[in-house]
């Protein structure tokens, strides 16, 4: 039993219950379910325990993966839930360029008169004259339909 000496697995008889219905009823993600049934199988409560490499072999995943939930329980405060569901990001992997105060400039400037020669505002021609202003990053034209769709403004 060396897979239990670092990070050992015991469920309490409600969190048990609780697995075992979510790996036989209802629709989840395959993900939490096959969380789920590693911990049902990591349980040291309900008796001796597998080998992770058998645990592993028997659900169709890597050693790692076992070794990681049974970290991830041990980390969460023996948590089922916070263990089997997804990790929430806190915030976006790319902060937005895109400011109000952009969005502001980029309004104003639909709103304004066109160029000479041309009758109305255009999304590319929206993007050609936010490339020439300095204050303002440059601007795909999908982008500006976009900031322009959230706030509900219709070229006209």
Known sequence: MPSQKKR?????SADREFLER???TGVHPASMIRRARML?????????VDEKKAIAARLGVSGETVRL?????????????????????DL?????????????????????????????????????HVALVEDIPDLDHSTIGRILKKRHFVLT
């Open 69 to 89: 939930v049974a970290k991830r329980f041990a980390e969460t405060g023996q948590d089922v839930e916070a263990t089997i569901g997804r990790k929430q990001r």
């Open 92 to 128: 976006p992997p790319v902060p937005s360029q895109i400011t109000g105060e952009i969005e502001a400039r980029l309004i104003a400037l639909a709103c304004s008169q066109p160029p000479a020669g041309h009758a109305r505002w255009s999304l590319r021609l929206l993007e050609k």
């Open 40 to 48: 049902l199988a990591l349980d040291t409560s309900a008796g001796a």
């Open 22 to 24: 979510l790996t036989t």
């Open 8 to 12: 050992p697995v015991t469920l309490s």
